[in-house]
């Protein structure tokens, strides 16, 4: 008797456990690419652009981005930020970090990031963050947080992640 007891209890237990880490997997998608550290300067006033993630870590998939918002550690420069999407004209090329005016030369086209496609018609395309500093100090962004919807090759997965680079950067 004690036997059935311990056996159910250990069934209960397995499928707790597989329940939680499909619940976690759910909500914890990593579609999106990461990035590194680096430091640049802003001028108060003009628009900086940052990569915060490339076309799907090289998968062929598209996602629905569903929303998107900065993950600001510190700001002393009362920035404002934007957000769009990319489709690159060139598979090879990209956007790190640039002034707002390289969006045309890297960019075939742009659009609002927040209930968009990425990575439609299969092209390689960037998420990419606006900054404007509108006094001068410190900011230092952790990339962003992006909440999308994956197809439903992928259960129509849904969660939030983290995505980007570490930028500390001072604006004059």
């Known amino acids: 008797m004690a036997y059935r007891w311990v056996g159910a209890e250990a069934i209960v237990l397995v499928l707790g456990s597989v329940l939680f880490v499909a619940g976690y997997w759910w909500t914890h998608p990593t579609v999106l690419a990461f990035g590194g550290q680096e430091g640049e300067s802003l001028t108060v006033g003009q628009t900086h652009v940052i990569s915060v993630a490339d076309h799907l870590s090289g998968v062929d998939e598209t996602v629905r981005v569903l929303d998107i918002a900065p993950r600001v550690v510190r700001d002393e420069t009362a920035a404002r930020f934007g957000f769009l999407t990319c489709v690159l004209k060139d598979a090879n090329g990209g956007l790190g970090s640039g002034e707002e005016r390289d969006i045309a030369d890297f960019c075939a086209t742009t659009g609002p990031t927040a209930g968009s496609t990425f990575g439609q018609d299969g092209r390689r395309s960037q998420i ?3 900054v404007t500093a509108t006094r001068p100090g410190r900011l230092t962004i952790d990339g ?6 994956r197809s439903g090759r992928h259960l129509f997965q849904t ?3 983290a995505a980007g680079s570490l ?5 004059r």
Do not use: P
């Open 128 to 130: 990419l963050m606006t």
């Open 159 to 161: 969660g939030t992640q």
């Open 167 to 171: 930028v500390e950067m001072t604006a």
């Open 144 to 149: 962003a947080d992006v909440t999308y919807r």
